[in-house]
């Protein structure tokens, strides 16, 4: 039976598919490079996700950690495989059959609660079964119970990584530098790195936060709760610019396909949305350098001598579209909608009233942005 926490997860995550166009990029098969792993990111820390049915490996971005996850029934086959990149809600979700069995991980890196979470979830009872570990920099060790610690001790200042292996119903077993969860049917990891104490009372704070004040709090609660939290930040974010250039259908073909299929050409609009909302979701969600600016938004709109250009250079393949909060200098944004080529309607925002001056198929025209 499905649990009612469980359901109103399911029908949240439904109801959002339904009302925004596809912003997923999806594959059929793990990443087999660092290049080619979903990064997930709360600004803070960010791991890449391989989404390997064999053995997982989560890697911190920064190279100080990698959390693995080692399938007991690995060297079994696999059907039915996915793996998946929600922009919009910043979820790395990987699926496949095994044993009978559907097999779910999710992985989010939550600005509202500073911690990476992995779900982890098997279709049958007792199907789900793994070994955690973290390793990279510093000393592997275990902690408190259900507890895995990597720790520099020569300096006590650095940050610590802390991961807490958590089933929903069975216990976990210590082993070795490990943590080993069996015959289970739905289990989290809550993964924080921060100096401490701030890593120490991370599961605490987080347990206390949606799960209430019990000593052993409702890991079903904690879930949905931290999972709701996630969303509403992360899409607060990306909710801020938007793109839709319609070509939905195209969804339905695994995304390195259709950037092989599209090269070169601008022939796959919602490709282009795609691609544009991933760099969004990167250069707001990792740390380092942002990634290279695609040219997406230029050709929407540019700003040249003080005057904003609207559709300057219009492909002709996108020919219906919508556009909300494109930047441009001066820290205005603009909104645009076009049918047939043709401009229907457009707002330019600024953070205090001003005039500014657009161009719109060749007529300049000035206007308040407000």
Same mark, same amino acid.
């Given at each position: 039976m499905v649990s009612p926490v469980r359901l109103l997860v399911f029908l949240s995550l439904a109801a959002t598919a339904a009302a925004a166009p596809p912003?997923?990029?999806?594959?059929?098969?793990?990443?087999?490079?660092?290049k080619d792993a979903l990064p997930v990111g709360n600004g803070k820390t960010a791991v890449l996700v391989s989404g390997d049915p064999k053995v997982e490996r989560l890697v911190s971005s920064a190279g100080d950690f990698t959390l693995r996850i080692d399938?007991?029934?690995?060297?079994?086959p696999t059907t039915d495989y996915r793996r998946s990149l929600d922009l919009r809600d910043g979820l790395a979700v990987t699926t496949w059959?095994? $044993?009978?069995s559907l097999i779910t991980t999710t992985v989010l890196a939550s600005r509202a609660d500073d911690v990476v979470l992995v779900h982890l979830l098997?279709?049958?009872?007792?199907?789900?079964?793994?070994?955690?570990?973290?390793?990279?920099?510093?000393?592997?060790?275990?902690?408190d119970r259900a507890e895995l610690l990597l720790k520099d001790p020569s300096t006590p200042s650095a940050p610590v990584t802390r991961a807490w292996v958590l089933p929903f119903e069975s216990e976990v077993e210590p082993d070795g530098n490990?943590?080993?969860?069996?015959?289970? $049917?739905?289990?989290?990891?809550?993964?924080?790195?921060?100096?401490?104490?701030?890593?120490?009372?991370?599961?605490?704070?987080l347990a206390t936060r949606y799960g209430g004040p019990d000593e052993h709090p409702d890991l079903s609660k904690v879930w949905a709760g931290a999972l709701a939290a996630h969303q509403v930040k992360h899409r607060s974010l990306m909710d801020?610019?938007?793109?839709?250039? $319609?070509?939905?259908?195209?969804?339905?073909?695994?995304?390195?396909?259709?950037?092989?299929?599209?090269a070169g050409t601008r022939s796959d609009q919602d490709?282009?949305?795609?691609?544009?909302?991933?760099?969004l979701y990167r250069a707001q969600t990792l740390q380092g350098d942002p990634p290279a600016r695609p040219d997406t938004a230029d050709l929407l709109v540019s700003s040249r001598n003080d005057v904003i250009h609207l559709l300057p250079a219009l492909p002709a393949a996108w020919k219906t579209g919508t556009a909300k909060g494109l930047p441009v200098a001066g820290g205005l944004t603009v909104d645009l909608e076009w049918q047939d080529g043709t401009l229907v309607r457009r707002a330019v925002h600024a953070p205090a009233p001003l005039k500014v001056r657009v161009n719109e198929g060749g007529?300049?025209?000035?206007?308040?942005a407000e």
């Open positions: 912003m997923e990029l999806w594959f059929q098969a793990p990443a087999r490079e660092a399938w007991l029934d690995g060297d079994r059959k095994r $044993g009978g098997a279709g049958m009872p007792g199907a789900l079964g793994f070994r955690a570990t973290l390793e990279g920099k510093g000393i592997a060790s275990i902690g490990s943590m080993v969860i069996r015959g289970e $049917g739905e289990a989290m990891i809550v993964l924080a790195r921060a100096p401490e104490p701030a890593a120490g009372e991370a599961w605490k704070r801020r610019c938007t793109l839709d250039l $319609g070509g939905h259908e195209a969804a339905a073909k695994p995304t390195d396909e259709r950037v092989k299929a599209a490709l282009a949305a795609l691609l544009f909302h991933d760099y007529r300049e025209s000035e206007i308040l």
